[in-house]
């Protein structure tokens, strides 16, 4: 198994980012992804900042995927997607079926995020045929359900051509949204927003009335209110997963990538994760829930 790093999901400083990537390419990271996937006014980094950056990974050694937004929602956006499916340098993560067509139109390969649907054996051929070269399984579904669908005869057949990629760390990405949370919840309109969700480099957190927290805002994105972490699992992924997936946070990701890279590449041992983090999902048990 090797282990991959998510695009960030939040609205950081331009010198954050371009900070955080110099210590990524002395990490233990094998894939990197880069790019804007949540909202397209968040303009602190260009496209060529990002090739910049992923060059200077590339001569690291680290293998870079360009990430796609996952919700289009204007003619300017598909016009910067074009950009990013017609560059040939880099790889490109889909994170929705437009990307998809775009690369597979040009005869490219491509990752596919985990918020492209897919759900069974005849889509998952479907999209190797078109150029997949990753999945991520949708992330509430369970590892007993990647086993059963990767047995199915369709799967089987096209399995030597196809990586799985599981979300394995972070806050679970559920749900998007035309509207944006974060600016709502300052009681800003969305064409007035002033960018507010810079101020929350880790997401807004939504609490119950009990104080549980429920949900993490994140502009237009809704994740989980508890942080996912597989890390305790590792060994029930080996020879079932490809690449373990880690979504960057604003505090401690270098501690977790060094976690994960021990756990991946020393022999067997017992590890437990924090009591407010979660892993029901890979369970087939209800998300909020930790084995």
Not at 36 to 52: A, F, H, N, P, V
Not at 69 to 85: F, I, M, N
Not at 216 to 222: A, E, F, M, Y
Not at 231 to 250: E, H, K, N, T
């Amino acid at each position: 198994m090797k282990l991959s790093l998510a695009p960030i999901s939040y609205f950081w400083p331009k010198a954050d980012v371009q900070a955080f990537y110099k210590r990524v390419a002395d990490s233990p990271v094998d894939r990197v992804y880069l790019g804007e996937t949540i909202c397209s006014k968040r303009r602190e980094l260009s496209l060529d900042d990002y090739l910049r950056i992923a060059n200077e990974l590339r001569a690291s050694g680290k293998e870079v995927v360009l990430s796609t937004l996952t919700l289009l929602e204007a003619a300017g956006e598909l016009k910067e997607l074009q950009r990013y499916c017609d560059q040939s340098d880099f790889l490109i993560e889909a994170n929705d079926l437009a990307a998809v067509q775009r690369v597979a139109e040009r005869g490219g390969s491509f990752v596919a995020g985990n918020a492209v649907n897919c759900y069974n054996a005849s889509t998952l051929k479907r999209l190797v045929d078109m150029g997949m070269k990753t999945w991520n399984p949708p992330v509430e579904l369970s590892r007993e359900w990647l086993v059963e669908l990767l047995d199915d005869p369709v799967a089987r057949s096209i399995r030597s051509r196809l990586e799985v990629e599981v979300f394995s760390f972070g806050y679970l990405p559920l749900a998007y949204s035309a509207r944006c949370f974060t600016a709502r919840s300052e009681d800003r309109p969305k064409d007035d927003c002033r960018l507010c969700c810079i101020n929350y480099p880790n997401g807004r957190t939504v609490y119950t009335q009990e104080d549980d927290p429920i949900f993490t805002l994140n502009g237009i994105q809704t994740q989980s209110g508890q942080r996912y972490n597989l890390l305790s699992d590792i060994d029930s992924m080996r020879g079932l997963v490809d690449f373990v997936r880690l979504s960057p946070q604003a505090e401690a990701t270098f501690d977790w990538i060094d976690q994960f890279h021990n756990a991946i590449h020393n022999d067997p041992i017992s590890i437990e994760i924090p009591e407010s983090d979660i892993n029901g999902y890979w369970h087939k048990l209800e998300g909020m829930r930790q084995l």
